[in-house]
């Protein structure tokens, strides 16, 4: 009997190349790595403007029919068993005709899959179209879980840049320029994190004909439908699906507040077939069987949130989110050190510019942040894990008085570590 083990040659432990590659490329090792700089001695309250989740807040509780129909979903003892592949009936159904509200033709049931909230549509989107050789184009800066996933499922990623002097539009010769024959997709998030923008109706079709031209489909992440606050309206890229095949991303948790609910889905916005012709839609109810299925309950929730919800919590949400922007971009403004391209006006976030020119002992945007999280209990986001070097992503939401107290914080901080004689500020190069 060996009660050692010692000399057993164990076989496990080796690293998988894949996963180590999809480790590094997502946000939350970085952001991580911010905040265990926190000083857990400081008494004052930290300030989590790094990752969008409004939650914790009592001002962005979800609506009351939203829990109310959770509830019922439980109590009705009818969805605790395994859901379908492509996700309850009855959901399906209700998400169909919550998005057919907004696009020019009508969604069947059999046009959505029901997935664990929208990064689960992102590995879905990403496992399919991992054929040999397959790239896909992505925005830069973009959402970090398309670079990990991607590096799981062997796609190549290719970057085009979004445009801070354009208010983060499309650089549409870009895409044209890195598309080959290998391009199956390229992906927008909109509204966009983490620039804050929102795309106007001129700039889809310009995306939608780009798509077209190239041959190639849109995945079109939504998971911030109507979440603006600004003057330009959300418009669903599924509008311009009979030009070229959309495959939106959604779900409730940011319209309703609820990111840890894990609800989402994706649909098939494509009048003319072509997704179905290419055995797209087969590939991905295909994999949606091998993988993970969303809570039954909250899929059988579904129905009652969308039916029963007031327009009244989505307005409110907004006007709290909408002061939360103002104050977020009136006090960046404030800040010598931080240039801010373009004031938000849809998603949680906002991009900036950090002027290391400005200040004393800080290499980059990275010894930014571990050294603001340490010095004042205010977490941001660097903008190299966004592969963005000397940017920064700030979520504005976060209980307006609290957002304020960190902001000041924040001025405070590059104030304290600023260079003499740096009372302006001075343009430089975008770093990407």
Request: aromatic share 8%.
């Amino acid at each position: 009997m060996d009660n050692g083990g010692d000399e057993v040659a164990w076989r496990f432990g080796a690293k998988n190349p894949a996963m180590a590659s999809a480790s590094v490329k997502g946000v939350r090792a970085l952001q991580g790595q911010v905040n265990a700089c926190v000083d857990k001695s400081d008494p004052r309250p930290l300030v989590p403007l790094g990752t969008g989740d409004p939650s914790p807040f009592a001002c962005f509780r979800t609506a009351a029919a939203a829990e109310e129909a959770v509830i019922a979903a439980i109590t009705a003892a009818k969805h605790n068993g395994y859901p379908a592949s492509a996700g309850v009936p009855e959901a399906c159904s209700a998400v169909a005709a919550y998005l057919s509200r907004y696009l020019p033709y009508e969604l069947s049931p059999d046009d959505i899959v029901i997935t664990a909230g929208c990064n689960h549509g992102i590995e879905i989107m990403m496992a399919v179209l991992a054929s040999p050789g397959a790239n896909v184009l992505v925005p830069r800066p973009g959402y970090p879980l398309y670079e990990a996933r991607a590096a799981l499922s062997g796609v190549e990623l290719r970057h085009y840049n979004l445009l801070p002097e354009k208010g983060w539009d499309v650089d549409i010769e870009g895409v044209e320029s890195l598309a080959d024959e290998n391009t199956v997709a390229m992906v927008i998030v909109n509204p966009n994190n983490p620039c804050g923008n929102v795309y106007s109706k001129e700039h889809l079709a310009k995306i939608a004909e780009t798509a077209r031209k190239l041959g190639i489909m849109v995945i079109s992440d939504e998971i911030y439908d109507h979440f603006t606050f600004g003057s330009t309206p959300f418009v669903p890229m599924g509008v311009f699906g009979d030009i070229a095949p959309v495959v939106t991303l959604g779900g409730i948790s940011k319209r309703w507040l609820v990111p840890g609910w894990r609800l989402g889905w994706l649909a098939v916005t494509d009048p003319k077939g072509f997704l179905r012709k290419k055995m797209i839609f087969e590939s991905i109810i295909a994999y949606r069987g091998v993988s993970v299925n969303p809570a039954a309950i909250v899929q059988g929730a579904i129905p009652q949130i969308i039916a029963n919800t007031d327009e009244a919590f989505f307005t409110n949400a907004m006007n709290i989110m909408r002061e939360a922007a103002e104050i977020c971009y009136q006090k960046l403004e404030g800040i010598d050190c931080i240039t801010c391209p373009h004031k938000p006006e849809g998603s949680m976030f906002v991009m900036v510019k950090l002027e290391t020119a400005y200040l004393e002992g800080i290499n980059d945007d990275i010894d930014f942040c571990t050294k603001l999280a340490k010095e004042e209990s205010v977490v941001l986001c660097p903008g190299s894990a966004l592969e963005m070097r000397n940017w920064l992503r700030v979520t504005f939401a976060v209980d307006p008085p609290l957002l304020e107290d960190g902001l000041d914080r924040l001025k405070s901080f590059c104030l304290r570590h600023a260079k003499a004689k740096t009372n302006t500020k001075q343009a430089t190069p975008r770093e990407v």
